[in-house]
C-alpha cells in the first residue's frame, strides 16, 4: 500500500485553491482574472476525486460531480470570455479598474 | 518511499509550481501556457488515481478547449508580448495575507478532522459504469442533471453568440 492520503492530495487541491485566491485578488487584468478562477475550479474538482476515490469508493458521486463542474466550467469560460471581448469592443482596455461605468 | 510516492510528489510539485507562475508572471502570454502546465499536471494527478476517464475529459476540455479560447481571447484583447502593469503593493500584501491565512486555517481543519471512509467494496471508475449511471433513471441514475447540463449548455452557446455579435451598422 502506498504512503500517499487523502492529506496529501487534500494538501494539494487546498494550495491551488489558494494560489488562485491570490491571482484572483492581486490581478486586474479580466483575463488573468479568468484564469485564476479556472485555478480554482481544478482544486475543487481534484479535491471531489480525492474524497470519491479514499472514502466512498462505493458510490460515484464525486466523480458526477467534477463531470458536471467541468461542463459548467466550460460554459462559464465562453460567456466570460464574450464579455470580455464586448467590454475591450466598448472601452478599448480589459482592465477592471477602467469599467468603472457603473461605480457610484 | 516506492516510485508511486515520488511519482505524486513530482506532479504535485509541477502542479503547483506552474499554478503559482501562471498568477504571478507579468506576461500575459507565458500565464497562459503556465495555465496550461498546470492543467496537464492536474491530468496527471488524476491518471495517478487511476481515474483515466476524467484524465481524459480533463486534457480535451481544460487544454485542448479554455486554453484554446484564453488563447485567442489574448490575442484579441492585447498585444502578445507586453509587459502587464505591475500590482501594487499594498494589493500584493493583502493578496499574500488572505491567500496565506487562509491556507494555514483549511490546512489546520483537514489535518483535525479525522475522515471516515466507507468499508463497501468499491465501484470501477470504468467508462461503462460511468456511462450507466449518466443515462440511468433508478435510484444512482444521473439522467436529470445531465439533461439540466445540456441545456444550460445550449443556453450559454446561444448567449455567447449574442453577447459577442458585433452590432449591425445603421443603413
Known amino acids: 500500500m ?18 488562485g485566491v491570490y491571482g484572483f485578488l492581486t490581478r486586474r487584468n479580466m483575463i488573468m482574472m479568468l484564469m485564476s478562477i479556472e485555478l480554482i475550479l481544478n482544486s475543487v474538482n481534484l479535491n471531489f476525486i480525492a474524497f470519491n476515490k479514499y472514502l466512498w ?19 462559464e469560460a465562453a460567456v466570460a470570455i464574450a464579455i470580455i471581448i464586448n467590454l475591450y469592443r466598448s472601452h478599448r482596455s480589459i482592465d477592471v479598474e477602467d469599467a468603472s461605468d457603473l461605480k457610484f | 518511499m516506492t516510485a508511486q510516492d515520488i511519482i505524486f510528489y513530482l506532479l504535485a510539485a509541477f502542479t503547483l509550481v506552474t499554478g ?19 492543467l496537464i499536471g492536474i491530468a496527471g494527478i488524476y491518471f495517478w488515481l487511476e481515474y483515466e476517464f476524467i484524465a481524459a475529459v480533463q486534457i480535451i476540455v481544460y487544454v485542448g478547449g479554455i486554453v484554446v479560447l484564453i488563447i485567442f ?5 492585447q498585444e502578445a508580448g507586453s509587459n502587464l502593469p505591475d500590482t501594487t503593493m499594498s494589493k500584493k500584501i493583502t493578496g499574500g495575507l488572505a491567500a496565506v491565512f487562509g491556507f494555514g486555517f483549511t490546512l489546520l481543519q483537514v489535518l483535525q478532522h479525522k475522515f471516515i471512509g466507507t468499508t463497501e467494496q468499491g465501484i470501477e471508475p470504468n467508462v461503462a459504469n460511468i456511462g450507466n449511471r449518466m443515462l440511468g433513471v433508478n435510484e444512482f441514475g444521473y439522467s436529470l442533471p445531465f439533461e439540466v447540463v445540456s441545456i444550460l449548455l445550449l443556453a450559454a452557446m446561444v448567449g455567447c453568440i449574442v453577447i459577442a455579435l458585433k452590432k449591425p451598422v445603421e443603413k
Open chain 2, 73 to 77: 481571447s489574448i490575442f484579441l484583447t
Open chain 1, 2 to 19: 502506498t504512503g500517499i492520503g487523502l492529506t496529501h492530495i487534500l494538501f494539494v487541491s487546498i494550495a491551488l485553491f489558494f494560489i
Open chain 2, 20 to 38: 503559482f507562475l501562471a498568477v504571478t508572471t507579468t506576461k500575459i502570454f507565458r500565464s497562459a501556457i503556465f495555465l496550461l502546465f498546470s
Open chain 1, 57 to 75: 469508493a462505493n458510490k460515484m458521486d464525486g466523480l458526477f460531480f467534477t463531470i458536471f463542474i467541468i461542463a459548467i466550467a466550460a460554459a
